[in-house]
Structures are given as structure tokens and as C-alpha cells.
């Protein structure tokens, strides 16, 4: 073990072998780039957003790359074709850009079945016909059996930036509202009912879904009164807004009660002892407005496709002190933490 300054200047201790939990989006990820790939890698100063916003020829575009790796392959509301546009679209469209090109590179294993590749690029091709991008480049590698789990993909999206955009983290301040789109924890609970072969009366699908439709007309109508956006995957809500809090300084606080929460996740998060705040969702999305704003934000929210449930779920409530509360349904308040590490592997 050696030692170096954390994120928030601490010191912590590099680990000597890299776990499941540096993966997991949370608290150990947030230290692993902060140790070993910012102090390399990084322009000074640089946020860790969805999306970078580069420019290019004096036009702002968002910049964004995810890897692939969900196990299984096919699950209930998606599959990993369909994750890999979805992902990467999202990432770009969390920065106010509007998704237009994708790269595509698959790693697969030799006796990977050719039927299912086939019906993995047909849903990648449906998935961003849906999407409005266009897959112009890709790559495939194929490697020794059992040197992949079968199938990995990554993608990496461009976008145009709306004009009209400002979209950044330390933009949010006292009186800003938080909206989601819908129901949260749906699709790391699916996945991982779909790999425990879970028997739980009934469906459980995964959300994956494009938001960039949501995204564009939220900046068409109130411009830079969106103040940053971000797509609760790993870590879920919980890392989200911890993340949000820790780039702005502000305390968020959440509403229980006004979080949208399908009756069935809920009940399976309570059986595999899970935090619903802390489980994925693939096609959700979190709006920081002004709060003047809000009741607007989520007319317009409600008025697009995958954005019917939208709702106001909390606050932002001092600044100052990053840090994420919520009033429960009994009243009392707790506090929402970052995650440590890993929940639940492989879910994305
Ligand atoms: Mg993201």
C-alpha cells in the first residue's frame, strides 16, 4: 500500500490489486481515476461529467465512451446491443448535446453463436435508428474462448452541442429543483432477476432507454435555466446526487415520498436486501433547474416519450455543505451516502 491525496485532498490508500468495487461507479471508482488516471491524463481542472464538451472548428460537441459488459447478454426490456446505444447516447445528451454519431467495437469469444451476434447488431441498428445516430465506425476483435464472458461492447458517441446550453454541475445552486424522468432501480433490479433466474410473480424489465428526446426539448423551451443533467447509472441515485453535491458545494434534499418507485422493485430490493437508491437505471435522468422553472421542467418532462412519470423529487437547500439528505415517509430525515463499492456487478 502506498499513499496518495483522494479526491477531497484526503489521504487513501492505493490498493495493490484492482476489485469489482473499483468498477462499481461509487466511492472506490471516484478514488481509482482520482489515483490513477486524472494525475496522467487529465487537462487541470478538467470535470468528471457524462460527456466531455470539446470544440471543434468553433462548434461545441459532447464526447463520451462506455464499455459493455452486462451479464446476461439478453434480459427483460433490453439486451446488450440495445444498452450499448442507449449508454452512450444518454452520456451524450447529459452534456446538452444531441447524439449524431456512434462507434461500435465488439470483443467477442471464438464459439460465440452467430445467431445471437446477429441479433445483438440488429438491435444496436434498431436502437439507433430509435436514437437519430448514425454508426460510422467499429471494430471487431475476436478472442480465445473464455477469454471474454461471450460478448463486450463498447461505444463512443459525438454530439453537437444545443446552442443554447449551459450545462454544467457547478451551476446548480440554493432553490434548484431535482426531476427525474420515471421510476428508478428498474433496470439493475431486472438484470439481476433475469441472472439469478429469480422467480418474482411477474416481469421486472429493465428501463434502457434513449432520454435525448426529454433532454433537447427541455433546452429548446428553457435554455440555460437547466443547469445540469445526469443519468443515475451504477451507484444510482445515490451516487448521482452525490456527485452533483460534491461539484456544486450544495446540500440536495430529497422528497420519499415523491420518488416514482414501481411497487414490484420496491419489494424485491426489500428481499435481496438492496437500497433502491443505490441500484441502476439505464434510461433515467436527473434535471437540476432553476426553481422558478420546475413546474415547467415538468410539463415538458411529462409531454415526451419515456417521460410520462417524470416528477419533482427534491431540492437543492443550502450551499456550502455537499451533501445529500432525505426526508423519508415517516418525516424523519436521513442521509443519502455515496455507495462504497460494488452492489451488484455487471449490470451494464
Ligand atoms: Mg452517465
Known sequence: MSESKGIDGDMINKPEFITLSHGAGGLLSQQLIAQEFAPLLARAGQPLNDAAVITLGGVRVAFSTDSFTVSPLFFPGGDIGSLAVHGTVNDVA?????????????????????????RLVQSVAEAAKRCGVDVVTGDTKVVERGAVDGLF??????GVVYEQADIDPARVGLGDAVLINGTIADHGVAVMCAREELDVGGEIRSDSAPVADIVGKLIEVLGDRVHALRDPTRGGLAATLNEIAGQADVMIRLDESTLPMKPQVVGVCEILGLNPLQ???????LAFVDGAAADNALAIMKSVTNGEQAAIIGEV??????????????????LVEMPP????????
Open 153 to 158: 461492447i463498447n461505444t463512443t458517441g459525438l
Open 317 to 334: 437547500t443550502a450551499v456550502g455543505s455537499a451533501q445529500v439528505q432525505m426526508r423519508t415517509a415517516l418525516g424523519t430525515t436521513r
Open 341 to 348: 463499492g460494488e452492489l451488484l456487478p455487471r449490470i451494464c
Open 279 to 285: 441500484v441502476a437505471c439505464e434510461g433515467k435522468f
Open 94 to 118: 447529459m452534456m446538452g448535446g444531441e447524439p449524431r454519431f456512434l462507434s461500435l467495437a465488439i470483443v467477442v469469444e471464438e464459439g460465440f453463436p452467430t445467431a445471437d451476434l446477429h
